[in-house]
């Protein structure tokens, strides 16, 4: 700082700038704002773009912008049930998500001694595989001949011509299946930083594990639980291959209308307004969520 | 005795036994109700497990614990009265002072919860910082929302697991006449783990010395410092000079002991061995010296040909090396009360110390022990 009479007393000023400095941290942040212009902003404008184009266009015919916002009126008129479902189905899952996560992350977290790099390696093991395999070997595990439907029946839980496959049932369980680990993984990485003295203290004072448990170890691993929940919930939301594989014509989630709409029909005006409308409706959900959880009050 | 006494802490033939090792071996321990008690020793010494077994956070292998009548050996932490003031705090950083220090009352539902906290948060001056994080105070603060959180609930006994060994030298000082101020309000027994020998002289009432998982000594802390009865006490309470001794046997009230050619003299009650060979003991700033043929204010166990081979100059006192004539180097302190000047280094000297503040004990110990864990 320069050195100033002190009865001057102004605002500390900055000290005489040297271009070359300020420039510094524009160049830092350059290839990440390129990397966001080029595979964010730019699809994004053109799925905008998409969304206003004139709805009677077609892939010969080519499409005219013609910032045609009914598009977006008639894809929530006509596509409704499937948006609906899409949520419904990714916060059922993200719900079963969090309390198998949770108890996997704790046990992991506290009981999991010196296993605790081999149970995690066995959390993240099912990437090896690819997502599409993974979901295609659920078909044979949900299968009505398979083992866990015959069990199900044995017992009565299913009835003799029930089904497992081709039912919500089974594009839940394949949905909490495949972003189980986007749960456990934050979730296990905020249990594992609270200090097992603090839970000590709670009994210490007079609280049993159960009340330790909600007044403590909840409350420090809500930075996990948020991450968690979004990670799962965002990408189970936008899913399309687990209601295409496990479910069945009316378990259609706006991912699979999104994906007709631009593969079989192209009806790319609509296509693009459902995807703008389910980001939006996402975007919008995850704010109020954040800002309920109020992450940034916890440490 | 045993009306008065009905709520001491009693802790009887304790043992605790990990895979490897035994922490603590048949501990047998009374703390009086109200009393501050210091339990010391170096780390490892079992003084964190003996703690932790009464806290409820650690089961003992065998033993019991009792707080007056109630037997606690295996009651769960959040049952019994006692309450623990953490090493590191273990302060609940999602919650801010007020309701770190109000935890204990809310989980007992207790009544009047506003008014307890606003009296304890004022006992600890720290009525300002309610609304505040933790994280956000400062070394001392943390400290005292620990000893708030717990004191609030006004526990039988009160646990300190080495409380102020996170602070700095000073704010250590200001803290232990703070906690000894407070535990005088509030009257409650307070147990005190530490290894700093001078946090539990300036603090506790009572102490016992701890190591390798059993008492090696408990009393006063005068009582410990003048009269140690182990090697290990005197040299881990403060500093000794111990010299090898063969015990002549008891005269009356003394007994007399031929010590490198001279005989020295020690009081009966002092004398921690009565036959063989003996230490005898003598802390260094009952060592008095002076330089050769000048007298010494000391009647008996006078020494000559002794020479100075080291002189430390430490403000209140000089700390001197003598050399005797069998070799072995004493420490002799001195105060600086500036009725003498500082005795040079080479300076041959007389020695001698008064036979009431000798201490004898048992040649079987290590003369060493408990020097390096000081």
Known sequence: MAVQAPEAAPPPRAPA????RKLTGYWLILPGALWLGLFFVVPF????????????????????????????????KDYW????????YAGIATLICLVLGYLLAYAIAFKGG??????????????????LLRTLSWKL??????????????VHILGADDRLLATPVAVIAGLTYNFLPFMVLPLYASLEKIDGRLIEAAGDLYASPVRAFFKVTWP?????????????FIPAAGDYVNAQLLGNPNTRMAGNVIQDLFTKTSDYAAAGALSVILMLIIVGMVMAYVRTAGTEDLV | MSSVADRDLRISKLTKEFATFTAVKSLDLVVPQGSFFALLGPSGCGKTTTLRMVAGLDTPTSGSIHLGDLDVTYEKPYRRPVNTVFQNYALFPHLDIYENVAFGLRRRRSPEVARQVDEMLALVELTSQARKKPPQLSGGQQQRVALARALINRPEVLLLDEPLGA???????SMQLEIKRIQTEVGLTFVHVTHDQEEAMTMADTIAVMNAGVIEQMGSPTELYENPATTFVANFLGQSNLIAGKIIGREGDVVKVQMEGTVVSIPADRAHADHGDGWVGIRPEKVLIAPAGQPIDAPGNHMTGAYVTDVSFVGVS?????????????????????????????????????PEFAFLLDASQDVNAGIEEA
């Open chain 2, 318 to 354: 000089t700390q001197y090396l003598v050399r005797m004539p069998w070799g072995q180097e004493l420490m002799a302190f001195e105060q600086n009360t500036g009725v003498r000047g500082i005795i040079p280094v080479g300076t041959a000297v007389d020695v001698s110390w008064r």
């Open chain 1, 114 to 131: 010196r296993w605790r790099t081999l149970l995690l390696v066995l959390v993240i093991a099912p990437f090896f595989t690819s997502f």
């Open chain 1, 45 to 76: 404008y053109s799925l905008l773009a998409t969304s206003l184009y004139d709805p009677n266009g077609s892939v010969l015919g080519g499409y005219d912008m013609t910032y045609h916002f009914a598009n977006f009126v008639d894809a929530i």
């Open chain 1, 81 to 88: 049930e499937p948006l609906l479902r899409s949520l419904g």
């Open chain 1, 220 to 232: 420090l691993s809500l930075p996990g639980v948020v991450a968690g929940t979004l990670l799962t």
């Open chain 1, 17 to 20: 700038v040297r271009p070359r």
């Open chain 1, 141 to 154: 595990i949900l299968a009505d001949d398979g083992f866990v439907v015959d069990a199900l029946q044995s």
């Open chain 2, 167 to 173: 602070l700095d030298l000073k704010l250590r000082r």
